[in-house]
């Protein structure tokens, strides 16, 4: 199988679809904008995705392992404990940018039995680096140790949930506020900072 990935018609297709689908959701988003969008024919865009579904795919799987990358890194540094959790926001600040409420509700709302796959292989794979995170700060009682770390990760997951709900994100101006605001909450809780 041949690897497309540093092919620069190809790049292009994955930067503009990311683009698009950043700024208007994946639903209102057809291959043809896509296309014009990148510069190249539809002819070419099928030379190296099926379609569009494929694509979604590809472009979401992409961003996420590169965020895991920068996480796994972070969370396995030499930094101190209060730099990791800031470091952490970063990347998730930088990941969340121009990112839209549709493209998170046509996300979250998605029956495609792959994208669902996908989204829970993302949790999983972001628990994972989680755990390692909390371990690490609860046996240097940087966080609190009577609290189980399952509790912890749940309770991210039920955060990170609350991205998708579209009532909730009404509420705000950019879905980035949410998503900052979720964090913020897991990591500060109700209490202001002394």
């Not at 990148?38 to 494929?54: D, L, P, Q, R």
């Not at 990358?69 to 030499?78: A, L, M, P, Q």
């Not at 029956?111 to 794979?125: F, T, V």
């Amino acid at each position: 199988m041949t690897d497309f990935t540093q092919n620069k018609k190809y790049q292009d297709i994955f930067k503009s679809a990311k683009d698009l689908f950043w700024k208007h959701g994946i639903k209102r988003v057809a291959i043809e904008e896509i296309c014009r969008n990148a510069g190249v024919s539809k002819m070419t865009f099928y030379k190296y995705f099926a379609n569009k579904n494929e694509l979604v795919k590809t472009v979401f799987n992409g961003v996420i392992g590169e965020a895991m990358e920068k996480y796994d890194t972070v969370v396995h540094g030499d930094l101190p404990f209060t730099e990791k959790v800031s470091a952490l926001f970063h990347i998730k600040l930088e990941g969340t940018k121009d990112i839209s409420a549709e493209f998170l509700t046509d996300l979250y709302a998605s029956q495609d039995p792959q994208m669902q796959e996908l989204l829970i292989d993302m949790q999983k794979r972001s628990l994972n680096i989680f755990v390692d995170f909390f371990s690490d700060a609860q046996s240097k009682g940087l966080i609190r140790k009577e609290i189980k770390i399952e509790f912890m990760l749940a309770y991210m997951n039920n955060l990170s949930q609350l991205t998708g709900d579209s009532s909730l994100l009404e509420k705000y101006d950019h879905p980035q506020d949410l998503i900052m605001e979720t964090m913020n909450f897991f990591f500060y809780g109700l209490i202001p900072p002394k």
